[in-house]
């Protein structure tokens, strides 16, 4: 009898969970003895390292006396609509889990509040206040269930607001974010994680707000560790009659350097176009064709494009040209020199914020240095080598 295969599934264009996640079980234990202690999260992290499977896991796979609630705000561009969507998950959710004790019903009703639940809620009056209604409902629910708040892309809802409204806008927005994390009425009763895919220090910085966000502690999640890569590739080559030997893996990991899931995806997304469908017998991938499907990958714009364009939407005049020289040279040459940065910083009058910038690139993993400064290159050899050849 013929051996058939099947395809290896993997999915690089949105979170995952199943078969397609893998559960970093040490870096979830080290999140919620973070978030049992008390803090507010910020997951620091490039794009593509699994930022939104992990606020994804954790919604799903709550500690004891936490419910956790997901929302994700990149569209929000005004401070009231980001409040609501916050006011009525936790509705909704105290609502499913059958916790709208009579105290939290009496406050609808002094509310005004026409419906509640599954359905959006109506107040009978004028526009309501979302931010003065979370507090008002936080001081009502029971004190034992601690709600952790999962908020996916916040820096890019203060992007929105200063770009479509104004910097007192997202000022207070930041201020009003602060004040609810802090005030008595929420201690113990909300917890904030926040994730995204522009980095919240470098937005807040630009505008001199720092000092909004400094009760928020970072937690830096790392590339994959080579067990962990070798897991993934095992949960998604089993039962597919293809063999990728631990030799291979090794070569893979070599390769890519910077290994996250998104990466290795690709790469095994590579393999498994190149494999026939038909064999007498299972398939042993080899470093030739990890070397193929590598270079295969660097056709495929759409996966690498987001790198790109945002930096594209973010940065305007020298800033942007600054960015791109840079990191144009370190692709064509391998690394750049900081004296070579320096070079472009004076070309563009930019002697005194180009720290800034080099900062910015770092935290959202395009660059690195592994001698403290003297030279840089991409954190990524993929990346690097598609941005070679599709924009230089």
């Known amino acids: 009898m013929e051996f058939q295969r099947k395809r290896i599934i993997t999915k690089t264009g949105n979170w995952v969970k199943g078969r397609y996640y893998y559960r970093r079980k040490d870096e979830l234990n080290n999140l919620w003895d973070r978030i049992e202690a008390g803090e507010h999260i910020l997951l620091s992290a490039p794009r593509r390292v699994g930022k939104t499977s992990i606020l994804m896991d954790l919604r799903e796979n709550p500690r004891n006396s936490y419910t956790a609630i997901y929302e994700i705000t990149e569209a929000v ?62 001081k009502k629910l029971e004190p034992d269930q601690t709600y952790l708040v999962l908020i996916d892309e916040y820096a890019q809802t203060i992007q929105n607001i200063l770009e479509d409204q104004d910097l007192a806008a997202a000022r207070e927005f930041l201020s009003l974010n602060r004040e609810l994390r802090q005030m008595p009425e929420t201690n113990g009763r909300l917890q904030f994680v926040y994730a995204g895919s522009i980095g919240l220090g470098n937005v807040v910085g630009n505008i001199n707000l720092t000092r909004t966000i400094n009760d928020i502690n970072p937690f830096r999640m790392k590339s994959y560790r080579d ?166």
Not at 242 to 247: A, S, T, Y
Not at 255 to 262: D, G, I, M, R
Not at 347 to 360: E, K, N, P, S
């Open 77 to 138: 561009n005004d401070q009231n609509s980001f409040f609501k969507r916050i006011y009525e998950s936790l509705v909704k959710e105290l609502d499913q889990k059958g916790r709208i004790t009579e105290a939290v019903k009496r406050l609808f009703s002094d509310r005004g509040i026409k419906s509640a639940g599954l359905q959006n809620i109506e107040f009978e009056s004028q526009r309501a206040n979302y931010y003065e209604e979370i507090i008002s409902l936080c």
């Open 227 to 392: 067990f962990e890569t070798k897991a993934l590739v095992q949960q998604l080559t089993e039962g597919t009659g293809v063999d990728f030997p631990e030799q291979a893996i090794d070569y893979m990991i070599e390769k890519l350097q910077w290994v996250l899931p998104f990466y290795v995806q690709l790469i095994l997304e590579g393999c498994d176009d190149l494999l026939p469908m038909e064999s007498d017998k299972p398939i042993v991938i080899t470093n030739k064709m990890i070397d193929q499907a590598f270079n295969a990958s660097l056709d495929k714009r759409n996966y690498f494009e987001d790198w790109f364009s945002r930096l594209r939407r973010s940065f305007k005049g020298d800033e942007y040209s600054f960015i791109m020289d840079v990191l144009n040279n370190a692709a064509v040459k391998g690394e750049i020199s900081k004296a070579e940065i320096v070079n472009i910083a004076d070309a563009r009058d930019l002697l005194h914020d180009y720290h800034r910038l080099i900062d910015v690139l770092e935290n959202d993993g395009y660059i690195t240095s592994d001698n403290e400064g003297k030279d840089y290159h991409f954190t990524s050899p993929l990346l690097a080598a598609w941005w070679k050849k599709a924009l230089t």
